[in-house]
């Protein structure tokens, strides 16, 4: 079986950070969010590995993956797809039919985070045959996602793209398992009203012709990070979930700690309360502050003389004098930085690299 992770897009959503930088490696707990894809994929042993790249991105991409310990020691075998233009999830498969020849493969939408692994999926998968196994989750808006319509044995009956009277609450996810069939129905459909060719349309085509298509329905979280609000609430679920108590770098005695607090190697805490789940990268330095839950502290990052709760702080940001932040994502080497005057609380998103005076 291969995998194909898709890493295309532009990601506006998360404008001005995808500016600047490809939305699957936004951090979420100081780890870029396609990392746990890849630990996932990495987990069932699948080696041979496709990415769907966009021009604007492919560079920084290619650098990541090329740059991780599996792929540098030639535990993996990558290979780069470029997508010119995003049209849509059966054209990125379309796109890579050269890669995938007709093996099986899992793909998996790279801004995606669920809490379960893959392994049981892919062995349901090779156990019953099946030509489609569609990962979905029970959501409290199907209008905004694919709907599938189940029967009771959980094979999918039907799919449809945001409806506007949803027959189910059953929304794809973004994480598939397809045998080689899909490339024939991918050739059959025309694009949605969207221009795309839509893998809901593909996979309806699978199950007009009789293939075996199922659902898997996600008992554990399914986290979207499309948005700033979706990149906080995964750093608070995956804090909550993941963080663990450990004082690596240094904290003084003036300094009060409660809950998970994690302080990274090469950190310095002065003087300053971090109330967990909290995550303070290396090198950073916190200093007469106030680090609140699900907060995470990126690289070499300063934060003095302020408050901080419920953010993603990336590497390299100043923080200076700010009496609250909260519910905030704040890009690399940006500096925010405060005055006497000022003691509103603030909810920001910053792209890399800005200066901030308030």
């Known amino acids: 079986m291969k995998a194909l992770i898709l890493c295309g897009g532009t990601g506006t959503r998360l404008r001005p950070l995808t500016y600047t930088r490809a939305k699957q490696l936004l951090p979420v707990a100081n780890k870029p969010i396609v990392e746990y894809v890849l630990n996932h994929v990495r987990r069932v042993n699948i080696n041979d590995i496709g990415i769907v790249i966009a021009p604007s991105t492919a560079t920084e991409i290619k650098n990541y993956f090329n740059n991780t310990k599996s792929a540098s020691k030639g535990k993996l075998k990558l290979e780069f797809i470029l997508q010119p233009e995003p049209q849509g999830l059966a054209h990125a498969v379309k796109t890579a039919r050269d890669f995938l020849k007709d093996e099986p493969f899992l793909m998996y939408l790279g801004d995606n985070l669920l809490k379960e692994g893959i392994s049981k999926a892919i062995a349901e998968f090779e156990r019953e045959d099946l030509d489609a196994l569609v990962f979905l989750k029970q959501v409290d808006n199907p209008q905004a996602f694919g709907v599938a319509v189940l029967d009771d044995a959980g094979n999918i009956k039907k799919l449809i793209e945001k409806p506007?009277?949803?027959?189910?609450?059953f929304a794809l996810v973004g994480v598939y398992l397809f045998s080689a069939k899909i490339h024939a129905a991918i050739e059959n459909i025309k694009p949605s009203w969207r221009g795309e060719l839509e893998i809901t349309d593909a996979i309806q085509k699978l199950i007009e012709a009789g293939a075996k298509v199922k659902g898997k329905i996600l008992k554990?979280?399914?986290?979207?990070t499309g948005k700033k609000d979706d990149i906080l609430s995964a750093n608070s679920i995956v804090l909550d979930e993941y963080i663990q108590s450990k004082i690596v770098g240094q904290v003084d005695n003036k300094s009060k700690l409660s809950g998970r607090v994690y302080v990274a190697a090469g950190a310095q805490v002065v003087n300053s309360t971090l109330k967990g789940p909290v995550l303070i990268g290396k090198e950073a330095k916190i200093k007469n502050a106030f680090i609140g839950p699900h907060t995470s502290i990126g690289d070499c990052a300063q934060v003095s003389n302020s408050s901080i709760e419920r953010s993603v702080i990336l590497n390299?940001?100043?923080?200076?004098?700010?009496p609250r932040i909260e519910d905030s994502?704040?890009?690399?080497?940006?500096?925010?930085?405060?005055?006497?005057?000022n003691r509103k609380t603030l909810r920001l998103m910053i792209g890399d690299s800005a200066i901030v005076e308030v």
């Open 164 to 169: 506007k009277h949803p027959p189910s609450n």
């Open 220 to 224: 554990g979280w399914w986290l979207d």
């Open 316 to 322: 390299g940001v100043k923080i200076e004098g700010i």
């Open 329 to 341: 994502l704040i890009g690399e080497n940006t500096q925010v930085i405060g005055n006497k005057d």
